[in-house]
C-alpha cells in the first residue's frame, strides 16, 4: 500500500471559507489525501483566499513568496490557490507566481481532485466558472472534524452590490440551497454527534426555498431530536423578514446572538454606500429584535474613511453606536476594490482613517468590556467543545457565543450545561457548573 498524501489547507476570511475548506479537504480525501498541520510535510498545499480587502490579498501573494523554498526542495509538491481572490485573479496568479499548479474559484469545488489530477499529469489549471450544477451535489458526504459545532451553508452569493464590496463578484449572485438537502445534511451532522449549527450565507437571511424562508428553516431545523442550538451568520438589515425576528422570540433553540452589519450610522454615506437603509431604519429593526428577544446580543460590522465620509458623517456612526450598545463587532478602515464604484471616488488621508478607526475601536471595546461584565453572577447554557489549557478544565460557548472556561473534569466536549459565570477576562468568560 501506498502511504497516503498529505494536504495543508491554510483558510483566510469568513467563516464561508473555513466550511469550504472542510468540504475540500473531503473532497481531496477521497482521492487519498489526509490533512496535516504544516505546509512543510505536504504534498499538496492549498490557500483558501479572502480579497475583502487589500490587504488579505496581498497576504496570500507574499504567503506564495514564502513557499517557494519549500517548492524548490519538493519539486513534486503541488500547490494550489481557492477562494475569492482565485476568482478575482484567475490566470493572472499563474503569471504572478510560476509556482502556482491550480486556481479553483469558490463555484468549482467539486472539480478540484480532477484539477488536481491534471496538475500532477504536469498542466497548470485554472476553474473560475460558475458552473450550472451545484457543487454542494458533488461533493462527499460531511465528516465531523471540529467538534460538536458546524457549519452549514444554506445560501452562496450576494445581489446587494454595496458600493465598496467585492463579494457580488466573487462570490456570484444569490444561490438557496434546497430544503430537503440542508434538512437531510443537518440530520447526518447531527447523526455524527453534531449539537449546535451555524447556518452560513454571505447574505443569509435572503434564504429561501420551497415557500420558506430562514424564520422556516430554522424552525424545522429545532425539531430535529440532539439539535440543541442554532445560529446564522450573515445578515443583512433589509431580509431580517418577521418571521425570522419572530423566531427569535419563539424558538429556544435559536440562540440569542445576531450579527447585523451596518456599516455606518450616516444616512449619507449609507446612501453612497448603497446600502438601501437609513440609520433610524436601522435602528427601528434593532427595537423589534429586541421585542422579540430583549437578551438578545447584538455584534456589527463597520467601515471608516469611506469615501467623503466627513467628520459629522463619523460623529453619526458613533451615535449609532451608543444608542444600539453592541456585544462585539469588527471594524475595518475602507479598502479601495478594483471593479466596485467606491473604488472610482478619492480616498480619505490614511492618517484621518487611522485616528477614525481608533476612536471607533474604542468605544466598541468598552462595549464589549460591558456587556461581558453584564454576564457576571448570570446562569448561562454552554456548550464544550473542547479540553481547555488546564488539566480538568473545559472550554466552551455560552448562548451569547463567549467562550467560557470552566474547571469540570468529568465532563467531555459535546456536553451541554448550566454554567454560573464568576470572572470576566479580556476575551473570555469563567464559571462554575450548576447542572446539567
Ligand atoms: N473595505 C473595508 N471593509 C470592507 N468590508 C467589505 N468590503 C470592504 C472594503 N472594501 C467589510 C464590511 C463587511 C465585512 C465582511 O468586511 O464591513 O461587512
Ligand atoms: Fe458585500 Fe453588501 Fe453583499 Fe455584504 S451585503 S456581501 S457587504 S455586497
Known sequence: MTEARKLFIKTYGCQMNVYDSERMAEALG?????????????????????????????????????????????????????????????????????LVDLVVGPQSYHRLPDMLERAEAGARVVDTDFPEEDKFDHLPERKVTRGPSAFL????????????CVVPYTRGAEVSRPF???????????????????????????WSNDGRGLGGLIRELARIDGLERLRYTTSHPNDMAEDLIEAHGTEPKL??????????????????????????????LVERIRAARPDILLTS????????????????????????????AFSFKYSARPGTPAAEK???????????????????????????????????????????????????????????????????????????????????????????
Open 255 to 284: 440562540m440569542p446572538y445576531l450579527h447585523l452589519p451596518v456599516q455606518s450610522g450616516s444616512d449619507r454615506i449609507l446612501k453612497a454606500m448603497n446600502r438601501k437603509h437609513t440609520a433610524e431604519q436601522y435602528l427601528r
Open 30 to 98: 477521497a482521492k487519498g489525501y489526509v490533512l496535516t498541520d504544516t505546509a512543510d510535510d505536504a504534498d499538496m498545499v492549498l490557500l483558501n483566499t479572502c480579497h475583502i480587502r487589500e490587504k488579505a490579498a496581498e497576504k496570500v501573494y507574499s504567503d506564495l513568496g514564502r513557499l517557494r523554498p519549500l517548492k524548490l526542495s519538493k519539486p513534486d509538491l503541488k500547490i494550489g490557490v481557492a477562494g475569492c481572490v482565485a476568482q478575482a485573479e484567475g490566470e493572472e496568479i499563474l503569471k504572478r507566481m510560476p
Open 153 to 164: 451553508t444554506v445560501q452562496e452569493g450576494c445581489d446587494k452590490f454595496c458600493a465598496f
Open 301 to 328: 460590522d463597520f467601515i471608516v474613511g469611506f469615501p467623503g465620509e466627513t467628520d459629522t458623517d463619523f460623529e453619526a456612526t458613533l451615535d449609532l453606536i451608543r444608542a444600539v450598545g453592541f456585544g462585539s
Open 346 to 436: 478619492p480616498e480619505l488621508p490614511a492618517d484621518l482613517c487611522d485616528a477614525r478607526l481608533q476612536t471607533l475601536q474604542a468605544l466598541l471595546s468598552e462595549q464589549q468590556r460591558a456587556t461581558q461584565e453584564a454576564m457576571l453572577g448570570r446562569e448561562l447554557g454552554v456548550l464544550y467543545e473542547k479540553a481547555g489549557r488546564m488539566p480538568g478544565q473545559m472550554v466552551g460557548k455560552s448562548d451569547y457565543l463567549h467562550a467560557v472556561h470552566v474547571a469540570d473534569a468529568e465532563a467531555r466536549p459535546g456536553d451541554l450545561v448550566r454554567v454560573r459565570i464568576t470572572a470576566s477576562g479580556p476575551n473570555s468568560l469563567a464559571g462554575e457548573r450548576i447542572g446539567a
Open 180 to 206: 430537503a438537502r440542508l434538512m437531510d445534511e443537518a440530520r447526518a451532522l447531527v447523526g455524527k454527534g453534531v449539537r449546535e449549527i451555524t447556518l452560513l450565507g454571505q447574505n443569509v437571511n435572503a
